[in-house]
Every structure is written in structure tokens, then in C-alpha cells.
């Protein structure tokens, strides 16, 4: 079946503006989460979905990161006045039923701020 | 608070080696997981590790749980072309499904 797939694959953007990003998890996972990998690091967690409803969010940053999955199945990382900082790989993973050692990772999206 | 440290941060091999590499850890872990990632791509779980000096093997890889459950090991037999990538350890925080990372090992193959 289907894997877990992430839009756009690549992205650049200005400072100052304003993105988002998707992914679309596998179907039927109730779980999803995102992470941010850098150049030469491993994946750091920003925020867990179990559902619809974020029950961990203690990864984001600053309030200039936000996700939302509002159907319990696509969801959406927006990031505001995106600055140099923010450029990584934004990966996506989904799991069944959330336990650690079941995610599956999507391809991820590059973001580049120039 | 918990961190991973994998050495070495690279490897050059030739095709046909043995690798090994490590994740250590000051924190006792009670699991640890090996993943690969592809260029372009999201890693991959390759072995999971759930008991204190377990040895698990899937195919040509090779991995194990310190007896101290601080440190594990990955070894890749024979090398092939397609081993190239880059390797990580992880481990669960407190909670059961939350990951910690290591910063991962590049493995590179001489032509």
C-alpha cells in the first residue's frame, strides 16, 4: 500500500514568510508526528498527533510553529516568519497506533529559508 | 538530560567489509532501535532491541544491547553498494512514543 507522502518535496522561501507543509500519513494510522532533521543530525521531535488532537506539542520551537490535523488524517506544519534558522528536512511519520518503535517516515520536505 | 552518541560519524569502506559502529548513551535505555536513511529519504527501522545483551540478526546486520544498557552495536557483514547511508541509534524517552537520536553514522563506500 500506500506510504506516507509529504508536499512539497522541496520549498524556499524569504525570511519573514510564511509556510506550510503536508503530510499525508498511511491510512488508518492514528497516530502522526513531526520531526526536523538538520544537516549531519538525527530527527528531532516537535509535535505528536494522536487523533486529531495534538497530545504532545512540547518539541515546537516557538509559537511561530504550529500543526494541525483537523480530520485525524492529513496534517499540516505552518510555520510563520520563517527565518534562516528554520532551514531542515521537516519529516513526517505515521504509526498505528503511536508506540515508538512503529513510525514510519515519509520522504520529508526541505525547506530552505533564504 | 538524554543524548546518543554514535561513532564513528563517518566510515570509508570497500565493498566487501565488515562495519561496526556504536551508540552510547550516560542514560540506561530500555530499548534501543537501529534505522537506516537513503539520500532524499525518511529512515528506515532495520532491528529493535528490547532486552539487556540481546543479539539480533536480520540478514547481514548484526545488532546489540549492552549489558550495561548504555551502549549498543551495529555490524554490517560482507559490505554492498547499497549499504551506503547513514545509520542511527534511538531510544525511548520516558514516555512510549517518544524517540531520542543519535546524530548517526555516514557509511561510505570506496569506488
Known amino acids: 500500500g500506500a506510504g506516507v507522502s509529504q508536499t512539497p518535496s522541496n520549498k524556499v522561501t524569504e525570511k519573514g514568510k510564511y509556510v506550510e507543509l503536508r503530510c499525508d500519513p498511511i491510512s488508518g494510522h492514528t497516530a502522526l508526528y513531526w520531526y526536523r532533521q538538520s544537516l549531519g543530525q538525527g530527527p528531532e521531535f516537535l509535535i505528536y498527533f494522536q487523533g486529531t488532537g495534538a497530545a504532545d506539542d512540547s518539541g515546537l520551537p516557538n509559537d511561530r510553529f504550529f500543526a494541525v490535523r483537523p480530520e485525524g488524517s492529513v496534517s499540516t506544519l505552518k510555520i510563520q516568519r520563517t527565518e534562516r534558522g528554520d532551514s531542515a528536512v521537516y519529516l513526517c511519520a505515521s504509526s498505528p497506533s503511536g508506540f515508538y518503535n512503529e513510525q514510519f517516515f515519509g520522504p520529508g520536505t526541505r525547506l530552505t529559508v533564504l | 538530560g538524554q543524548q546518543l552518541n554514535q561513532s564513528p560519524q563517518s566510515m570509508f569502506i570497500q565493498e566487501g567489509e565488515d562495519v561496526s559502529m556504536n551508540c552510547t548513551s550516560s542514560?540506561?535505555?530500555?530499548?534501543w532501535l537501529w534505522y537506516k536513511q537513503d539520500p532524499g529519504e525518511g529512515p528506515v527501522l532495520l532491528i529493535a532491541l528490547y532486552k539487556a545483551g540481546e543479539l539480533t540478526s536480520n540478514g547481514r546486520l548484526t545488532a546489540q544491547f549492552g549489558i550495561t544498557r548504555k551502549d549498543s552495536f551495529l555490524n554490517i557483514s560482507a559490505s554492498i553498494p547499497s549499504d551506503v547511508g547513514i545509520y542511527f541509534c534511538?531510544?525511548?524517552?520516558?514516555?512510549?512514543?517518544?524517540?531520542?537520536w543519535g546524530a548517526g553514522t555516514k557509511l561510505i563506500i570506496k569506488p
Open positions: 542514560s540506561i535505555f530500555n530499548t
Open positions: 534511538a531510544g525511548p524517552t520516558d514516555s512510549n512514543y517518544q524517540l531520542i
